[in-house]
């Protein structure tokens, strides 16, 4: 996978990891709107180890409840193929013009894996294993959890559990911070 144009990328190793991400997350939200909600939609399931990034992302960031956002995606409640498109309606019927983030694993070059990648526009779920879904977020965070190529799924399979709960600490810390940073902002609740 290479790194779009606009995209801002780290390794889940580097010390500055989450001063980095935070920052960056900081300034998208401190750009928005008075009152735009911000909800987090996590991607991913359980039962493929790559894959869980994005579920467990949300069951970290879930452990600080707060009314700066909202949390779609969590290992109890996985937001995955056959209910993302669901659940983006759903979305979309309860929340008036939401920020939406979306997280999600994705394969790439041996030399990338446990990269953090933040980028702006959606994030193309089920890309690294030939699916076709709906696209989800005005930005999104790409956590590199293994090599791409024809076994793209055996690779996701194979992914070790200690890179994937590495980075969705990293991602979650991150986003709490940088929405934290931008708390200045007024927050507008759910429409339901």
């Known amino acids: 996978m290479s790194i779009p144009p606009r995209a801002f990328h780290v390794v889940h190793t580097d010390p500055s990891a989450s001063v980095q991400l935070a920052g960056r997350f900081a300034a998208y939200f401190g750009a928005l709107a008075p009152g735009r909600r911000i909800v987090v939609v996590c991607i991913g399931t359980d039962r493929c180890t790559g894959d869980s990034l994005g579920p467990l992302t ?7 409840r707060s009314p700066e956002f909202d949390i779609i995606g969590t290992l109890e409640t996985p937001v995955h193929a056959m209910n993302l498109e669901d659940t983006m309606d759903k979305l979309s019927s309860r929340y008036r013009d939401p920020f939406v983030i979306g997280v999600d694993a994705c394969l790439g070059q041996a030399a990338s894996i446990g990269a953090v ?21 005005h930005i999104h965070v790409s956590g590199i959890v293994n090599v791409g190529g024809l076994l793209g799924y055996q690779a996701l399979q194979s992914t070790r559990l200690h890179l994937i709960m590495s980075m969705a600490g990293l991602i979650s810390r ?12 007024a927050i507008e609740p759910a429409l339901s």
């Open 117 to 137: 990648l933040i980028g702006d526009g959606p994030l193309r779920p089920g890309a690294g294993v030939n699916k076709q879904l709906p696209p989800v977020g």
């Open 58 to 64: 949300g069951t970290l960031l879930g452990k600080y």
């Open 174 to 185: 991150s986003l709490l911070v940088g929405i934290r940073m931008s708390a200045g902002r």
